[in-house]
């Protein structure tokens, strides 16, 4: 693994769709020459903006998460900026993610409406019943340091294990509510024997005591399937992410991986919308689903908003796991 100096940058690369990145990215000092380097590291295999969950910040920057297993000590958050002639990819450190360690697999981001600078990350979900957990981190983008405010746990409703597979979230989005709550939307991916379609739940944060609590109908949650040609129906992912545009739409990404070498399959879609001013339930799930846009050979795991000075309506991002993961632009043009 490369030791990664201050400033990355990747150029040439960002509109080429299946290059692998170790031939085409490029690296150079970030920020100012002569400052420390950092003592932890990105895979340069996701040099390019690979990730796991990812959140737009400004017309051109967005925050993403990384998936790194809890016992790997690199870095889990990273701030990418889009330039007209260049795809930036910066270390965001955190020196302590409290008593329980490392995050295991992180999978979602989301920023905290009313909140300037506060963001919500999540882990997949619990392994071998413990862990599950949302931090709620403070992030200074100019230093690129984050510290965690507090954490909460997902309700644990099935348990993760070698060759067991239970919880498993990889989208969340969270809305206004109240001065001191906030509405939390839950995406399970599906594919598995406990959950064989996406399902999307929600449930109140108290901001002051870091607790989530979901039940009743937020806990049940409403089915998604995914639309989309499935070499197998029962194991694609329906939900892998999920982002709000300024309408209220949920688009949702969709994934289905036949192993680590692939082939992989997605599709980007109209999931459904906020239900405003009710939050219960706070969204409407269409009762027919279209693809927005199919995707072949890459696995997408993190969707967001447009870069501004490129046409498009969405980006994305992701983790092709022995190939990487690369971030792209993409203009989808058809609607409901």
Known sequence: MHSIKHSIVISACLFSVLIFLSACSTSKNLGNSGGKHSSQQIDPKKLSGGSSGMEQITDTSYLVVYDLKMHNNGIRLGLITVAEDALNVYPIEIKSWGKEGNPNDLE????????????????????QGELGRIFHLSIDLQKRTAKVLGTMKYPFLARNDFGLEGDQYEAMHCLPHSKNERIILLGERGGSGFSPTGILRWGIWDMKKESLTIEGAGLQGIPVSAPGHWTNAETKRSITDMYVDAK???????????????????????????????????????????????????????????????ECTHTFGTEDEIYGGVFRPINITSER
């Open 248 to 310: 209220g739409t949920i688009w949702a990404s969709a994934s289905e991986d036949q192993g680590d070498a692939g082939p992989f399959y997605s599709v980007i879609y109209p999931l459904g919308k906020i239900n405003d001013g009710n939050s219960e339930p706070p969204v409407v799930v269409y009762d027919f689903m279209s693809v927005g846009r199919e995707i072949h050979g890459l696995k997408i795991e993190a969707l967001s908003g447009p870069i501004s000075h490129i």
């Open 108 to 127: 979602s981001i989301c920023a905290v409406p009313g909140k300037e600078n506060e963001y919500l990350v999540a882990e997949a979900g619990n392994w």
